[in-house]
C-alpha cells in the first residue's frame, strides 16, 4: 500500500507557472505507474498526466500537451507535476494517483478505475 500527499498548488494568475509535488510513502514506490487527475466543480475527475515506472515513458491529455511536464524521483519517493502557461480552466483540485499494476498503455492510464490509491488533492486557482 502506498499514501499519497499532494502540495504545491495556489493562486496563480493566467499565464503563470505551478509546480505541484506528490509524496508517496509505503514500499515499492518504483513499481508504481504515477497519474495525475483534476477534478473541477461540478465536473467528473480528468486524466492530466501519467509516468511509467522508470520515467522512460510519459502521456498526457490534450489540454497538458506543451504545458505540463510530469516526472518522478524513484529515490525520493516523488512525483511532480510542472504547469506553465496556466489558464482559468486549469482552476481545478489536482490528485495524484498509484497504479500497481503497471503501464497498460495511454488510453487506459487515463481512465480513473485504473489506479488503486490516491491522495486527497491540493487546490490550484488560475485567475484570468
Known amino acids: 500500500q502506498v499514501q499519497l500527499v499532494e502540495s504545491g498548488g495556489g493562486l496563480v494568475q493566467a499565464g503563470g507557472s505551478l509546480r505541484l509535488s506528490c509524496a508517496a510513502s509505503g514500499r515499492a514506490f518504483s513499481t508504481y505507474v504515477m497519474g495525475w487527475f483534476r477534478q473541477a466543480p461540478g465536473k467528473e475527475r480528468e486524466f492530466v498526466a501519467a509516468i511509467t515506472t522508470t520515467g522512460a515513458f510519459t502521456a498526457y491529455a490534450d489540454s497538458a500537451k506543451g504545458r505540463f511536464t510530469i516526472s518522478r524521483d524513484n529515490a525520493k519517493n516523488m512525483v511532480a507535476l510542472q504547469m506553465n502557461s496556466l489558464k482559468p480552466e486549469d482552476t481545478a483540485v489536482y490528485y495524484c494517483?498509484?497504479?500497481?499494476?503497471?503501464?497498460?498503455?495511454?488510453?487506459?492510464?487515463?481512465?480513473?478505475?485504473?489506479?488503486?490509491?490516491w491522495g486527497q488533492g491540493t487546490q490550484v486557482t488560475c485567475s484570468s
Open positions: 494517483a498509484a497504479d500497481r499494476n503497471g503501464w497498460t498503455g495511454s488510453t487506459r492510464q487515463a481512465l480513473v478505475h485504473e489506479y488503486d490509491y
